[in-house]
Each structure stands twice: as structure tokens, then as C-alpha cells.
Antibody, heavy 124, light 108 residues
């Protein structure tokens, strides 16, 4: 059974750097094709794709946030870490990590399993 | 960036109805499209990938179609547990990926 759980601060001050950890089980980030991504969702709004890291350490970022984002993995600890610098109140959102399975069928790209998310508020 | 536009933004329906939601991409994404269902207080749940492939465990009353820039999610015989918000997501082979703005299905 695949599970993911996000952890990190619930309150961040403006200009600070947010660091979130996704701890997962039921799969390995050493497995060919697997990826873990981060998505955020402000209250009452649509999800926003942030970043994705693949088994081979290939990293992809949202173009609009690329300068502020860093994603990394620790395959021994089964963790993926996301950092978002220079936080602003508009970054207030629920942050999710999610599993991207190894594609076995055509066009099988999606986030198959999501964590419960962690709410992050940016306020002074 | 590829923009995803969903319509309508909300739809009122009754149990047993057929509901259709559309999603349009700002450029050709072939069949690199996924649909998610989200209920209040929960994470999104994958329903369909590859525009029309049903994720394991998802009821067959959900179906998807389309390719290129125009896509459709159809729910036939709407059930009480289907009242939720639905999002499309373009998931081209090379990210970044983007979500639509959502369609809320509520009770008439």
C-alpha cells in the first residue's frame, strides 16, 4: 500500500524559506519511472503544480516559481524535500506531495496517490 | 505554459443524471490528460489518465474522451458520492504540468 505524508511548519513569516518533507512508503524512488511531485492548493482554489523529481534525479519545476523552488530526494530515508524561498502571504496554501507511478501504459502520466496535505500559512 | 480551461465552473445535477465536463488545452497535448475528483477536506483522487483510461478501482460510470486540445469527462447515472469538484490536468511526457480551474458538481 502506497502512502505519503507531508510535514513541516504550519506558519511561516514573510521572506522566510519554507521547507517541507514528504515521507513515503510502499514504493521506492530507486525504481525506474517513479516520481514524486509537489502540488499546492490555496483555500477555495485549484491545485497548482510545483515540482517533480524522478527516480534518476531529474528535476522539473513550475516556470513561474523555478527561481524559488528546490526539490531533492533521500532514497534511503524514503523522503522528498521541497524548499520554497522568499515566502509571501500569497503562498498560503495546502501543500501536497504525490506519487507518480512507473508508466506501464500509453499516456499514463498522473499523480496516482496523494498525501493528505499540510496547510501552510504565511503571515507576520 | 500550457493553460487548461474547464467549463462549466459549476453544474447542478440530480442523482441519476448524466453530467459532462469539458477541458480545453491551449496547445496540442495529444492524450496527456488526467481527471481528478476532490471532495471537501480531501486530497484529489485520480479518476482517469491518458484522456480515457480508467484508474483502477474507479467506477465505470466515469468516462473520459478527447485528444489534442479538447477533452470531456462524463459521469453517467450520477451517484450521491459523486458530488465533488473535478479537475483536469495536462500531464505531457515532459513537465511542467498544469491543472484546470475546476468544475463543482452540486445537488440541484
Amino acid at each position: 500500500q502506497i502512502t505519503l505524508k507531508e510535514s513541516g511548519p504550519t506558519l511561516v513569516r514573510p521572506t522566510q524559506t519554507l521547507t517541507l518533507t514528504c515521507t513515503f512508503s510502499g514504493f521506492s524512488l530507486n525504481t525506474n519511472g517513479v516520481g514524486v511531485g509537489w502540488i499546492r492548493q490555496p483555500p477555495g482554489k485549484a491545485p497548482e503544480w510545483l515540482a517533480l523529481i524522478y527516480w534518476d534525479d531529474d528535476k522539473r519545476y513550475s516556470p513561474s516559481l523555478k527561481s524559488r523552488l528546490t526539490i531533492s530526494k533521500d532514497t534511503f530515508k524514503n523522503q522528498v524535500v521541497l524548499s520554497l524561498s522568499n515566502m509571501d502571504p500569497v503562498d498560503t496554501a495546502r501543500y501536497y506531495c504525490a506519487h507518480r507511478d512507473t508508466p506501464t501504459r500509453p499516456f499514463q502520466n498522473a499523480f496516482h496517490i496523494w498525501g493528505q496535505g499540510t496547510m501552510v500559512t504565511v503571515s507576520s | 505554459d500550457i493553460q487548461m480551461t474547464q467549463s462549466p465552473s459549476s453544474v447542478s445535477a440530480s442523482v441519476g443524471d448524466r453530467v459532462t465536463i469539458t477541458c480545453r488545452a491551449s496547445q496540442d497535448i495529444s492524450k496527456w490528460l488526467a481527471w481528478y475528483q476532490q471532495k471537501p477536506g480531501e486530497a484529489p483522487k485520480l479518476l482517469i489518465y491518458g484522456a480515457s483510461s480508467l484508474q483502477s478501482g474507479v467506477p465505470s460510470r466515469f468516462s473520459g474522451s478527447g485528444s489534442g486540445t479538447d477533452f470531456t469527462l462524463t459521469i453517467t447515472n450520477l451517484q450521491p458520492e459523486d458530488f465533488a469538484t473535478y479537475y483536469c490536468q495536462q500531464a505531457k511526457s515532459s513537465p511542467p504540468w498544469t491543472f484546470g480551474q475546476g468544475t463543482k458538481v452540486d445537488m440541484k
